[in-house]
């Protein structure tokens, strides 16, 4: 009985952890960590075609 108590209090810290890191990441992708992807990504591209010319 010790043992599936374990078992499942291991569970319930997954799923809590799980759900942590889903509510940071849809809180934070849009307003911070996409733009800052887009930026580099546009800055990247802009080095390129810059130096082609």
Do not use: C, R
Not at 21 to 40: G, H, K, L, R, Y
Request: hydrophobic letters at 50%.
């Amino acid at each position: 009985m010790k043992e599936a108590t374990g078992e499942l209090n291991m569970t319930v810290v997954t799923i809590v952890l799980i759900g942590v890191i889903t509510a940071f990441f849809a809180i934070f992708w849009p307003n911070v960590i996409q733009p800052a992807i887009e930026n580099s990504w546009n800055d990247n591209v802009n080095s390129q075609v810059n130096t082609v010319k």
